[in-house]
């Protein structure tokens, strides 16, 4: 194991991923697959990451103004996705009080 | 300043993080704590990679103005139009892959692509950048055309013309020679990559657009998949393990609600693709000319109905979305409870126009969610049940899905046939999306109630007082 190709290493850890995603998600209740697409939506906008790097570089160039476009896009998803999820999660919440009631 | 090794780590910690924020939404109970790991995980992760960047007031700007955007949409949004602001939110993580993608090709070094300024980017990195780009600008236009559909700004039916299929495949083998050009330029070839960008671009909105308003369920699941792989592939053009982690669990999640909601029509995902599903209107049946009798009632009948019954399913469509009656629905069933009926909703995996719409939709007018049952669950029921109401509901309760040679045949449905007395409310006697008859509306047993969904509901409340 001296030395792998990077690429090798992110093949491993990309099928790896995909098992435990497959595993996880045919666990999740029918009842909560909107949250589910709203929550994987801002998971998904795990690309600020990549957008912050393209932003970044101290050598500024318009690649930068770029990735700084990229920041606000993958931003709005961040945001928008975990908060609505959390709003329609509230909902599944009030009327589990009431149930109970 | 963190090492790459504390780096590398603290995204292993934020993709657990975000692993226990899916495992979370097995349950209601543990939802809501499965959204904060997945808040706090996204934060480990934007916080440790603050710390490989410069220009932290074009970073931080950015991310306070996008988070504000997002969290006004998040707090307006209303819950009928979830499919549309999904769909949104896919086209933003395909636009903001393409971006970092050009970002990439114009400057590898920062990203560590090259060893040195100005050296030319490796082939195997080129491939990578390639795949990246053209799945964030599918997945981009896609979703445009998915969101237009839903919000009603374009129309969904779908677009079909003689050839598309040929085109398509041209413009796929375009997309491929552009990149292979690309990928054996000397140095950045930049006609090559935007030319193949392009492309890309108009591949993802044809792909689209013949795929008609009622299969949009599995296209938005399909996008919602498209877009974990987005990310996952410039990860693999970025080197950096959390966007791939991340992006494929992504990716398995959105591959698994289309095969759901393929299953649950009875579609092959791939017909779904090709599409053009409901252009061929229900003429067979319309033609066969025999005028069959039904049974209708009023408002007032169905409510004196319900009111004596031991026991009452309502199954709820889009129609019911589509009309408000969301609130009418819950008083109805309150005024049902008080009378000693046992009132319970069943819930088809198509319902709405996305996987779970219906549960939120009946979920925000505060019916608990233990009166809510998936087709699996109450199924059975239906034969001991004195009353079904089915509002705004028609191809998911047409028993013609058990007659061999009908063209949903094979799809599950909701056995409303069996139950004691069925009550259909619906506009008029309509054909439903696949432009079939339903015999359930010509049953001796079944009453149709003709109206608007919203003032049915409500007169039935008053009716029974």
Redesign the interface.
């Known amino acids: 194991m001296a030395t792998v190709d990077p690429l090798i290493m992110n093949l491993m850890v990309f099928v790896l991923a995909i098992f435990v995603g497959y595993h996880v998600v045919w666990n999740v209740t029918p009842a909560l697959h909107t949250p589910l697409m709203s929550v994987t939506n801002a998971i998904s906008s795990i690309i600020l990451v990549g957008a912050m790097l393209a932003a970044g570089p101290a050598d500024a160039d318009w690649g930068v103004w770029v990735g700084a476009v990229a920041v606000v896009l993958a931003a709005v998803n961040v945001f928008g996705g975990f908060l609505v999820t959390q709003r329609m999660l509230d909902m599944f919440k009030k009327k589990d009080k009431k149930g109970g009631a | 300043m963190l090492s790459s090794n504390q780096v590398a780590l603290t995204y292993l910690v934020a ?1 657990v993080f ?2 226990l ?3 979370g ?5 543990t ?2 704590r ?2 904060l790991f ?2 706090i ?2 934060a480990l ?2 916080a440790t ?2 710390t ?4 932290w007031l ?2 931080c ?11 006004v ?3 307006k ?1 209303q ?1 009928t139009a ?1 499919p549309e ?2 769909a949104f ?2 086209s ?2 395909g ?3 393409v ?2 993608a ?3 090709v ?2 590898p ?3 560590g692509i090259v060893k040195a ?1 100005g050296e030319a980017i490796p082939h ?1 990195n080129r491939v990578e950048l390639f795949i990246g780009t053209f799945v964030g600008a599918m997945t981009f236009s896609g979703s445009v055309i998915a969101f237009m559909k839903l919000s009603g700004r374009m129309s969904g039916a779908p677009i079909v013309f003689t050839g598309q299929h040929m085109v398509n495949l041209l413009l796929g083998l375009l997309m491929l020679g552009c990149g292979l050009w690309f990928f054996v330029s000397e140095g950045t070839n930049w006609t090559a990559y935007i030319a193949m960008t392009v492309v890309a671009f108009i591949l993802g909105f044809m792909i689209i657009i013949p795929i008609g308003g009622a299969d949009m369920p599995v296209v ?2 399909m996008l ?1 998949s498209y ?2 792989w ?3 592939g ?3 053009s ?17 591959a ?2 289309s095969y ?1 909601m393929c299953k649950a029509m009875n579609r092959p995902f791939l017909s779904v693709i090709l599409g053009g599903f409901g252009t061929e209107s229900g003429s067979a049946s319309a033609a066969s000319g025999v005028q069959k009798t039904y049974r209708s009632g009023s408002a007032d009948d169905a409510a004196f109905l319900m009111g004596n019954a031991d026991s009452v399913i309502i199954v709820p469509g889009y129609g019911l979305a589509v009309a408000r009656a969301q609130h009418a629905v819950k008083e109805l069933a309150h005024k049902l409870r008080e009378k000693g009926v046992t009132v319970r909703f069943a ?1 088809h ?1 198509v319902a709405g126009r ?4 219906m ?2 939709l009946l ?2 007018a ?7 049952l ?1 087709m699996d669950e109450i199924n059975s029921d239906f034969p001991t049940t004195d009353v079904v109401l089915v509002l705004g509901a028609n191809d998911v309760v047409n028993p013609a899905a058990k007659t061999p040679g009908s063209p949903i045949f094979g799809m599950p449905i909701l056995e409303v046939d069996r139950s004691r007395t069925v009550m259909v409310v619906k506009r008029s006697m309509a054909a439903g999306y696949a432009g079939l008859d339903n015999d359930l509306f010509y049953m001796d047993k079944t009453m149709m109630v003709f109206g608007d969904a919203k003032k049915v509901v409500e007169d039935m409340v008053k009716a029974i007082g």
Not at chain 2, 25 to 29: A, F, I, R, T, V
Not at chain 2, 61 to 71: E, H, P, S, T
Not at chain 2, 354 to 357: R, S
Request: proline share 4%; glycine share 12%; charged share 5%.
């Open positions: 993709s975000f692993i924020a899916l495992k939404l097995s349950s209601p109970l939802s809501r499965g959204n997945g808040m995980g996204m992760a934007v990679t603050l490989l960047t410069h220009n074009i970073i700007g950015g991310i306070v103005l996008g988070g504000l955007i997002g969290a949409v998040a707090r949004v819950m979830m602001l999904v939110m896919h933003l993580v636009l903001a892959a971006l970092i050009i970002s990439a114009n400057n070094f920062a990203f300024l195997g938005i699941s919602n877009s974990g987005a990310a996952a410039i990860g693999f970025l080197n950096n393990p959390m966007l791939i982690i991340a992006g494929s669990l992504v990716g398995s999640s959105g698994i609600l759901i819930i995996p996305m996987p779970g719409h549960n939120v979920a925000e505060e019916i608990p969610y233990e009166q809510v998936e």
